[in-house]
């Protein structure tokens, strides 16, 4: 199927064209609430509320976590908007608007595709230092916003320190599910006759992803979130692609997110990255990025790359986190060698990065005395510290 390319900011204009509420005073891009309160109780940040999870009202465990997230968090401005994508040319034919939806061929019907979708909140006290997250494989901004047991995710820990939040859905993913040629997510074995069919994973990313050797079991002095409701919360956040994951895609539709975000607030963005995501990450163009800020990419640009000399020509400032059970991790699991191979090959990156005379650390968390945490170390039960050390990175490079 033949596209046309169009602009981010044309696609965010359309968008928000159809969106009641749009703001003037954010040229068209997004869908605004201003929130206003009069006092602390009544500015509890509207997020530590949209996202509890579904069905866990009844949980007293949820409930305590809860009443933890005591901190009063004042959103000035919250909205959402699309960045990048295309739009297809017509299928063949002429529209019919009399059958419309009847008309299965769809003759005469464009679809836009392709674009990241951003939830976005900015704080009162915003600090001129937006953050934009995006997840990783299997994952959507969901990711950032809570934990599986109930408590504040990175998202809201960050906004009450003063950085905006930029919350991605990347193209094919979550809320930026429009493509032009969807999948049922099939991998691995493209002869067998049922590749196309949706597989099953929850048990195969639990120990891939260093929470334990096989659900419900953690690995001693976990910092997942203990109990069957977080487990269940946790399995039920992973969301499968709508179609096959193109990296050159995700990475053009957020460096439309990064302009956008330049265009709304002025400033550059951190960019916290994830997993499949700090992949895409390092492909995004570097010009209106302040920082990156990589949890456990799946790897690290080649040195003397396209990707590397570009990152280092803009001065961009990286860390890149790794959490626990790698060096410990059990040695017949598979992906205990390929997280330590992740890990080594990002040292080795910054070594060389450092030597080029750019500004690279990796943080091997238990090096530091922070133990126990997974591949989801944003989610786990030291979230607030390990967002604390991140916080003091940013402080150190004035970006907070």
């Known amino acids: 199927m033949t596209i046309k390319r169009i602009s981010a900011f044309a696609l965010s204009l359309l968008i928000c064209t159809a969106m009641a509420g749009c703001s003037d005073t954010n040229s068209g891009t997004s869908a605004n609430e201003d929130i206003t309160s009069a006092s602390a109780s009544d500015t509890v940040s509207e997020t530590e509320a949209s996202t509890e999870n579904a069905g866990t009202e009844s949980s007293t465990e949820n409930e305590e976590n809860a009443q933890k997230n005591t901190d009063s968090l004042v959103i000035a401005k919250q909205g959402m908007f699309s960045s990048g994508g295309t739009v297809t040319d017509p299928v063949e034919g002429d529209y019919d608007p009399t059958q ?11 679809a836009h595709i392709d674009h990241a979708n951003v939830f976005y909140q900015i704080p009162e006290n915003d600090n001129g230092n937006p953050i934009v997250y995006l997840h990783g494989y299997g994952q959507s901004r969901m990711g950032w916003m809570t934990t599986p047991d109930g408590r504040e995710g990175w998202s809201d820990i960050f906004l009450k320190n003063g950085h905006s939040a930029f919350l991605v859905d990347q193209p094919r993913r979550g809320e930026a599910g429009g493509t ?64 096959d994951f193109d990296q050159a895609v995700a990475a053009e539709a957020l460096g439309e997110v990064m302009a956008d975000v330049m265009k709304m607030t002025g400033n550059k963005s951190i960019f916290i990255t994830h997993s499949q995501g700090g992949a895409v990450g390092w492909d995004v163009p570097a010009k209106n990025i302040s920082a990156i800020i990589a949890i456990e990419p799946g790897g690290t640009p080649m040195v003397g ?3 590397y000399n ?19 991790g059990p040695e017949d699991i598979a992906s205990t060698g390929f997280w330590r191979m992740v890990r080594d090959g990002a040292v080795a990156f910054a070594e060389q990065y450092n030597a080029d005379g750019g500004d690279a650390a990796v943080v091997n968390l238990p090096d530091i005395g922070i133990t126990g945490n997974s591949h989801f170390m944003f989610q786990e039960m030291n979230n607030k510290e390990i967002a604390e050390h991140i916080e003091n990175w940013l402080g150190e490079r004035g970006l907070n």
Do not use: C
Not at 100 to 110: A, E, I, K, M, Q
Not at 195 to 221: L, N
Not at 313 to 328: L, S
């Open 180 to 243: 032009s040629s969807m999948t049922h997510d099939g991998f691995l074995d493209a002869l067998a006759e049922d590749s196309k069919d949706y597989k099953a994973g929850d048990q195969a990313w639990y120990t891939h992803f260093r929470i334990g050797r096989v659900a419900p079991e953690r690995y001693e002095g976990s910092q997942f979130p203990e109990g069957d409701e977080a487990q269940e919360q946790f399995f039920r956040q992973m969301t499968p692609n709508t179609g």
């Open 100 to 110: 419309n939806w009847l008309d299965v061929t769809r003759s005469g019907n464009t």
């Open 305 to 307: 790359s396209e990707q």
């Open 310 to 328: 570009k990152l280092l020509e803009a001065k961009i400032p990286i860390v890149i986190y790794f959490g626990d059970y790698i060096d410990n």
